[in-house]
């Protein structure tokens, strides 16, 4: 169980929260020209630089965390990037159509702009709570709240 406990949750735990990047960044180079066109969208110059930079923090930063090497500074970057991402590509505010029946563009943009959010969160926690509490001290003390359960005892 120290096995389970120490290296395969705590690992299992940072591919799913970046287990999407590395798509992102190869989508972006299957559709270059739409994720070119997007990059261009904000107020922001040089969107094939800004482009290839996102795909360099989407490749590299996933692997730091997962590696667990430079994983604080990884995880702060990657949590800059989803919010100024959802703050520059997601802004839901922009679109009229967010109450009309039916598909709406500032709804789909609305989720986006949440789901950044909601990845910037669980990175930050990364940083702040990087340990990782035994299973076993989970299970048993299920209603505790962490700084009561990263004193428990088993």
């Not at 120490?6 to 735990?13: K, N």
């Not at 996933?62 to 520059?88: E, K, N």
């Not at 910037?120 to 359960?149: D, Q, W």
Request: hydrophobic share 55%; proline share 6%; with cysteine.
């Amino acid at each position: 169980m120290t096995w389970l406990n120490l290296s395969l949750l705590p690992l299992l735990a940072r591919i799913c929260l970046v287990c999407m990047f590395p798509f992102s960044g190869l989508d972006k180079i299957i559709h270059w020209n739409d994720a070119l066109k997007q990059a261009r969208s904000s107020f922001l110059p040089g969107g094939r630089e800004l482009l290839i930079a996102g795909m360099a923090v989407e490749f590299i930063t996933p692997v730091c965390l997962i590696l667990a090497w430079h994983d604080h500074l990884a995880a702060f970057i990657l949590a800059g990037f989803c919010v100024v991402t959802a703050i520059l590509y997601h802004p839901f505010w922009a679109f009229s159509d967010f109450w009309a029946p039916g598909d709406s563009v500032a709804r789909s943009h609305f989720w986006d702009f949440l789901k950044n959010f909601g990845l910037a969160g669980g990175l930050l926690l990364l940083i702040i709570a990087g340990g990782f509490l035994p299973l076993s001290t989970v299970v048993s003390h299920p209603l505790a709240a962490a700084p009561m359960a990263a004193t428990a005892q088993p």
